[in-house]
């Protein structure tokens, strides 16, 4: 069985604080995770995926996560945040190779302070 | 090249009616998934069509719940009769064939509240 956990449905930074959402993982067998999003009316969106290459995974929009096995986390990070960047996240997740269902987290809404 | 699309964005019924939702995948796109997502909750499987066979439906809640994908093009999601804790935002997806890495591409969800 695979699952993931967000920590917080609700997170604010301020405009050109670091972004920290925070997901771990649970797969019995490597897992390929993804962090997905979602803007106000509209669908979700892959920002970026970890498919067992490198570790550290950069996406779209200057978002970046690091997988980390030791921990099973897959924290997503931006630097410095745009009152753009306001919107849902989801950490997914599926194990690797055969038939995938995705697997996703309850979500993380973002809220970008001025 | 169109995305995936759904219709309808947003449906409001009462309890004991009857709705279906459309889902048009990407052209080409061989796998069809539809997902719900229920108030402040996980997005959760439904079901999955490989064109028009259904690979998994281990998602579906109970029998209220009618999914099709005639022809392998699009599909529709019917609930029949429709109850209170139906509602919900209804995702579609859809994939290339083959096993991919995962990556779903999803409509922007059609939104039903049940009265």
């Known amino acids: 069985a695979q699952s993931v956990t967000q920590l917080g449905s609700h997170v604010s930074v301020s405009e050109g604080a670091l972004v920290l959402l925070r997901c771990n993982y649970s797969?019995?067998?490597?897992?390929?995770l993804f962090w997905y999003v979602q803007y106000p009316n509209q669908g979700l969106q892959l920002l970026l995926k970890?498919?067992?290459?490198?570790?550290l995974v950069k996406g779209i929009n200057g978002f970046e996560a690091e997988f980390k096995k030791s921990e099973t986390s897959f924290h997503l990070t931006k630097p410095s945040a745009h009152m753009s960047d306001a919107a849902e996240y989801f950490c997914?997740?599926?194990?690797?190779?055969?038939?995938?269902?995705?697997?996703f987290g309850t979500g993380t809404k973002l809220q970008v302070i001025p | 090249e169109a995305g995936v699309t759904q219709f309808p964005s947003h449906s409001v019924i009462e309890k004991g009616q009857t709705v279906t939702l459309r889902c048009d995948p990407i052209?080409?796109?061989?796998?069809l998934y539809w997902y719900r997502r229920v108030m402040g909750k996980e997005i959760k499987f439904l079901l999955h069509f490989v064109k028009e066979s259904k690979q998994d439906e281990s998602g579906m809640p109970n029998n209220r719940f009618l999914a099709e994908r005639t022809g392998g093009t699009y599909s529709t999601l019917k609930v029949q009769p429709a109850e209170l804790e139906d509602s919900g935002v209804y995702f579609c997806?859809?994939?290339?064939?083959?096993?991919?890495?995962?990556?779903?591409?999803f409509g922007e969800g059609s939104r039903l509240t049940v009265l």
């Open positions: 970890y498919t067992s290459a490198a570790t």
């Open positions: 052209s080409g796109h061989d796998n």
């Open positions: 797969s019995s067998v490597p897992p390929y």
């Open positions: 997806a859809s994939t290339p064939a083959g096993v991919g890495t995962g990556e779903l591409f």
């Open positions: 997914a997740v599926i194990s690797s190779g055969g038939y995938q269902k995705v697997t």
